[in-house]
Structures are given as C-alpha cells and as structure tokens.
T-cell receptor, first 112, second 115 residues
Framework: DQQVKQNSPSLSVQEGRISILNCDYT??????FLWYKKYPAEGPTFLIS?????DKNEDGRFTVFLNKSAKHLSLHIVPSQPGDSAVYFC???????????FGKGTRLSVIA | DARVTQTPRHKVTEMGQEVTMRCQPI?????VFWYRQTMMQGLELLAY????????DSGMPKDRFSAEMPDATLATLKIQPSEPRDSAVYFC?????????????FGSGTRLTVV
C-alpha cells in the first residue's frame, strides 16, 4: 500500500502561471517531507523540504505547504518556466532510521 | 562536483541472463541505497547499506536479486536470472543520513530492458 500518494500522473501549465503539485501521505509517523525533481535520463535531485513543525517553506519560486491534519502537502511553483518541465517526486521520512519513501511522481509540462 | 556514478547507463539483455549494475557512491557518504523506478510503483526502495553493512533488503525479490558492497567505493546490484518484469530504471543514491534530512544524491540510473 502506497504510503505517499501523488494522484495526478501529469499536469500541464502555461508559462508564467502557477503550478501546484499535490501529495498525500498515510503514515502519521512521517515528520519530514521533501520534493525531488527529475529530468529525463538523469537521477532525481533534491528541490525543497519541510519539517512537520512548519507549515510552509519557501525557496525562490518554490514553496512547499504542509497540512498535517489533512496529511497533505503541496509544491507551488510561481511563476512556472519551461525549464521546470520534469517529473516531481514527493518523499517522506519518519524519525526512525528508515529511508525516504517516495510517491509515484507527477510529470509537469510547462508550455511556452 | 561530487556525484554518484552508475554503470552501465543502459543494458539490454535476454530473459534468463545475469545482470550486474554498479555504483560508486560519493566519497565520505556512509549510506547507499538502491531504488527502482517503474510506472506502476514510482521510486521503490530495494535495499540499503550503512557503513557497507546491509540494513534492509526487504524490497528485493530474494530469489533473484542480490545487493553487496564489496568496499566503500563500490555497490553492486545483481539479478540472476533476469525476467522481463525487471525492466526498469535502477538508481543508486548515497548520503549520510538514512532519513534523508539532508537529501540523498542520486546517480543517473541504469536503464534495464529484459527481452
């Protein structure tokens, strides 16, 4: 059973608009969340993270929001650029020494 | 720029053949992970090592997959015999915190096709 769920396999957004990628989780022990970005033929690269003690973390055009009661997080990209076109993975970890659990990914296409 | 190196980048093999994938983690990283990317499962953890000791390989089909770290600069993932359902991209990653609080560094992957 998937503990980290990205229910939208793909998303298409116009350049300059906001991209919102969503992620839900089921394990209440998760206390740290990350987003990774993956281009074709490359490995995933770390983008942004958030601890469960916060509800928002911002880094330039990227903002991650965490709603613990809903077990939901989202990644906002404003403004979206063609170079943001990639697959985005949501990942989560708990306080134990266990590795990151990833979602299935969402493919974002930013159209010029 | 430190990177995780995986070889080969691509591998096409016939069903039943042995496949070995190699990974050179970043020097100084003490935790190495093997993940597999498929359309159905996304990125799923196969196995990981800390200080070269296997900590968890419950994600791997035990009868055909094996993972080892013969030394600190080399991790291997072997499939014998390979099957068409093993076709996927296999990623190695390394880091110093299994929980990923500082993120993992991924290699570029090995794209395996079993025909």
């Amino acid at each position: 059973d998937q503990q980290v769920k990205q229910n939208s396999p793909s998303l298409s957004v116009q350049e300059g608009r906001i991209s919102i990628l969503n992620c839900d989780y089921t394990n209440s022990m998760f206390d740290y969340f990350l987003w990774y970005k993956k281009y074709p033929a490359e490995g995933p690269t770390f983008l942004i993270s958030i601890s469960s003690i916060k509800d928002k973390n911002e880094d330039g055009r990227f903002t991650v929001f965490l709603n613990k009661s809903a077990k939901h997080l989202s990644l906002h990209i404003v403004p979206s650029q063609p170079g943001d076109s990639a697959v985005y993975f949501c990942a989560a970890s708990d306080s134990g020494n266990t590795p990151l659990v990833f979602g299935k990914g969402t493919r974002l296409s930013v159209i010029a | 720029d430190a990177r995780v190196t995986q070889t080969p980048r691509h591998k096409v093999t016939e069903m039943g053949q042995e496949v070995t994938m190699r990974c050179q983690p970043i020097l100084g990283h003490n935790t190495v992970f093997w993940y597999r990317q498929t359309m159905m499962q996304g990125l799923e953890l196969l196995a990981y090592f800390r200080n070269r000791a296997p900590l968890d390989d419950s994600g791997m089909p035990k009868d055909r997959f094996s993972a080892e770290m013969p030394d600190a600069t080399l991790a291997t993932l072997k499939i014998q015999p390979s099957e068409p359902r093993d076709s996927a991209v296999y990623f190695c990653a390394s880091g110093n915190d299994p929980r990923g609080r500082k993120g993992y560094t991924f290699g570029s992957g090995t794209r395996l096709t079993v025909v």
